[in-house]
């Protein structure tokens, strides 16, 4: 079974949340986030409030994911 990231789920996982990092963990290799994910997230982590230290967290979390393109079947 694999799964499909929303977009609340990858921000907790961004902002180091240990509950949803250890669900992760137990999934690797089955975790997908879509394209259009990821265009959220960037604009999320463009706006002037968020910490510096949350884009470690995206970096790491694209190392552990797999990323669908918007016009995959």
């Known amino acids: 079974m ?3 990231l929303h977009r609340d789920t990858c921000a907790g996982l961004i902002r ?3 509950r949803v990092g250890a669900r992760l963990t137990q999934h690797l290799g ?3 986030v879509s394209a ?3 265009a959220v997230l960037e604009l999320w982590l463009l706006r002037s409030r968020i910490p510096a230290r949350y884009l470690q967290g995206y970096q790491a979390l ?3 994911v797999t990323v669908v393109p918007v016009d995959d079947p």
Request: net charge neutral.
């Open 2 to 4: 694999s799964w499909l």
């Open 16 to 18: 180091g949340s240990a």
């Open 30 to 32: 089955q975790v997908h």
């Open 36 to 38: 259009v994910t990821i």
């Open 62 to 64: 694209f190392q552990q």
